[in-house]
């Protein structure tokens, strides 16, 4: 049971807001930002999922920019809230397309309309895209195509020879096409979330992936949908086994611990092919796959895999209040993939006062920053592409003659990024078939890989 539920901007301006329960201050979205925004906790530690404030429980999700969040006076239990707050977002994602503050600010009445319909008095109700469009009769408008960030190079498409539109995957779900006519489509993306935790030395010490393949389907008359993926796919704690890794071309043997999948699954074919069917019957609900984007399976993997980047990070003395830090960056992947927005932050010693950065000779699309307040240092680079090795050196200046624990004092190396057109576990989808009776069915059929990097560090 929830008291309020409202989305602030990073700047802390209120876009939405609903009372339920009048139990609450209308201040609370003020008192949660300026909570939020100075927060006290370790150096540069950002505010938890949950907190409380004056008897008043406050969980909150960021997602694109926007803070969703709720209020509760009320032991609530946290879980559930927060994935009521995902579930909300990725309602509104599939109504407006895109989700965003322009798009929520042009879309209000539609948004307050999903509010009302998904919460009543505090308690949930629906969070189901299908189920809300006998009920929400708003239509969504689009913002400008213009504005909406670029994608990225994130798609393998198997029919090679249409293009995407640069728009096609942040249509909504529920809008009416131009000129009356739908487009039939459907996406499928693996998109893969890595940790990995290296020793000093360079080994890895722990590595993981959690992975989640995502269906958004525009097609009409509800088909029968057939996913193939690796013939040689493993599931269970079957041992480990190394392997080389060539990309998201190249298919193999691939070891799950555990896996999930969607209520509308069929399992038939599973075992003996590996392949999902979505089957659609009309009389039974919960076989309908649903509109809007959906989680096909759900899975985890910890068997060893070939990481995406390799970190050197080394710190010596040139000086009594001298040293320097030296990091090399390697992209272990092919040089036809490119990661985006890599940025690696490295703690540095407490009693630095200055940092000077020099970068390679023709370095373009980084820059570097030093944070005196929490003593953290940032390397951002825009673009990483395969096999390519980045350096910088940091020549740190100390407020105290150095000592034995300067060493100690730095690190670890944490480390953000972005890879399209790559994931870790070396799943693939083998074939996407759209099942219809008319031989001149032909819908688009996109696949796209992305990796993302959970908590990727590096130990001095």
């Not at 139990?23 to 907190?51: C, H, L, Q, T, Y």
């Not at 109700?125 to 195509?145: C, G, H, M, R």
């Not at 393998?156 to 096409?177: H, L």
Request: net charge neutral; glycine share 6%; charged share 25%.
């Amino acid at each position: 049971m929830i008291s309020q539920f409202f989305v602030l901007s990073l700047r802390g301006d209120n876009i939405i807001f609903r009372d339920y329960r009048a139990d609450v201050p209308k201040s609370s979205a003020e008192i949660f930002f300026r909570k939020v925004k100075f927060w006290k906790g370790e150096e540069g530690e950002e505010a938890p999922p949950v907190f409380n404030v004056d008897g008043v429980n406050y969980l909150h999700v960021k997602v694109a920019g926007l803070l969703f969040v709720a209020t509760s006076r009320v032991n609530v239990s946290p879980s559930l809230v927060l994935e009521l707050l995902q579930r909300i977002v990725r309602v509104a994602k599939d109504y407006l397309g895109v989700l965003n503050e322009e798009s929520l600010r042009k879309n209000f009445v539609l948004v307050y309309e999903l509010l009302d319909e998904t919460i009543d008095f505090g308690y949930p109700q629906t969070t189901s895209t299908e189920v809300l469009k006998s009920y929400v009769f708003n239509e969504p408008i689009t913002i400008d195509a213009a504005r909406i960030p670029n994608l990225g190079a994130a798609a393998i498409f198997m029919q090679g020879s249409r293009r995407m539109p640069g728009t096609a995957v942040t249509k909504s779900v529920v809008a009416n096409e131009p000129g009356g006519k739908k487009r039939e489509e459907i996406f499928v993306d693996i998109i893969e979330k890595i940790s990995v935790t290296f020793s000093s030395s360079g080994y890895i010490l722990t590595s993981e992936v959690d992975g989640t393949i995502q269906m958004k389907s525009y097609l009409t008359g509800n088909p029968e949908i057939r996913l193939a993926l690796n013939e040689d796919l493993s599931i269970g704690s079957g041992g480990g086994s190394n392997y080389e890794y060539g990309g998201s071309g190249g298919m193999g043997m691939v070891m799950l611990d555990d896996c999930n999948f969607h209520e509308s699954v069929r399992l038939d074919d599973f075992d003996l092919d590996r392949t999902l069917t979505l089957l659609v019957i009309h009389f039974i609900i919960t076989k309908v796959p649903p509109d809007g984007e959906f989680p096909v399976m759900n899975y985890r993997m910890t068997q060893e895999f070939k990481v995406p980047f390799k970190v050197y990070p080394t710190i010596s003395d040139v000086g009594a209040f001298k040293a320097e830090l030296v990091l090399k960056v390697r992209a272990e992947f092919a040089n036809t993939i490119t990661a985006n927005s890599v940025v690696l932050r490295v703690p540095l010693p407490k009693s630095t006062t200055r940092a000077t950065f020099q970068l390679e000779l023709g370095a373009s699309g980084q820059s570097t920053d030093f944070k005196e307040s929490n003593k953290m240092m940032e390397w951002s680079l825009r673009k990483v592409t395969g096999g390519s090795e980045h350096l910088l050196r940091v020549k740190l200046t100390l407020s105290q003659e150095r000592n034995a624990n300067i060493k100690k004092e730095t690190g670890p190396v944490s480390m953000n990024f972005t890879i399209p057109m790559y994931n870790a576990s070396r799943l693939q989808v083998r074939y996407l078939q759209i099942v219809k009776k008319s031989k001149t069915y032909n819908p688009y059929r996109w696949v796209r890989y992305v990796t993302h990097a959970n908590s990727y560090v590096v130990r001095l």
